[in-house]
């Protein structure tokens, strides 16, 4: 897969959006800026984005306003949020955030490191969400012509299969690995519900063979 994924960075402040554009420039990602809750959620009618970095504090707009929108939405409900906001923020505000249907929530000024790290994670999770569903409609349509009337031996293609589905299995080794080491109870659902994933179609795949 060689498209790159897209973040979505919502800050009302041009020089917010620039420092998080500088942390994230050595990562493998297309940077969206949006200024407001108005331009994110206009940003998100036609791109699709792997994750939202998204400020509280904004005119208009708040963040919490701006994350209850996205969730509400069939579409974007299930786009990871990062909550940022400044230190002395009111004491709910975290509690508010995950609320929301934050994934994570970070006070500036933060950690550099931390935040490329969580944003890598999940980049690495969507990229493999989206080679899983690929590699999941490939088994299918192959399964489909192979065992199609006339189509000769089904067995034939097992082999090619099973080594993909490998693939994923070693891709999800790797990104379980990186979860590890980055130590974010954050990625435990997302982590959790993509094993599965992949648990139920190497078992669909057993059963065919």
């Known amino acids: 897969m060689t498209d ?3 973040i979505l960075l919502v800050d009302d ?4 959006l620039i420092a998080l554009e500088a942390i994230l420039s050595s990562l493998d990602l297309v940077p969206v800026r949006a200024r407001s809750g108005e331009e994110a959620l206009k940003a998100l009618l036609n791109t699709e984005f792997a994750l939202i970095l ?4 904004m005119p208009g707009m708040d963040g919490f306003e701006t994350a209850a929108h996205i969730k509400r939405r069939e579409r974007t409900r299930n786009i990871p949020i990062i909550f940022l906001t400044v230190v002395d923020s009111a004491p709910d505000y975290a509690f508010r955030g995950y609320a929301a249907g934050a994934v994570d929530y970070l006070t500036k000024p933060f950690d550099p490191w931390v935040l490329r790290a969580k944003v890598a994670v999940f980049i690495e999770l969507y990229n493999m969400n989206k080679r899983l569903a690929e590699q999941s409609s490939m088994l299918r349509e192959r ?3 192979e065992l199609a009337p006339g ?3 089904p067995a034939a293609v097992l082999p090619e299969l099973s080594r993909r589905l490998t693939a994923v299995e070693e ?20 982590l959790g519900d993509l094993a599965e994933r992949v648990t139920n179609l190497r078992a669909g795949f057993d059963a065919l063979s």
Do not use: C, F, H, T
């Open 4 to 6: 790159r994924a897209n």
């Open 13 to 16: 402040r041009e020089e917010n």
């Open 54 to 57: 998204l400020d509280v504090r």
């Open 143 to 145: 399964m489909a012509g």
């Open 151 to 153: 189509a000769g031996d």
């Open 171 to 190: 891709e999800l080794a790797r990104v379980r690995e990186l979860a590890r080491k980055s130590q974010d109870p954050a990625l435990a659902i997302p």
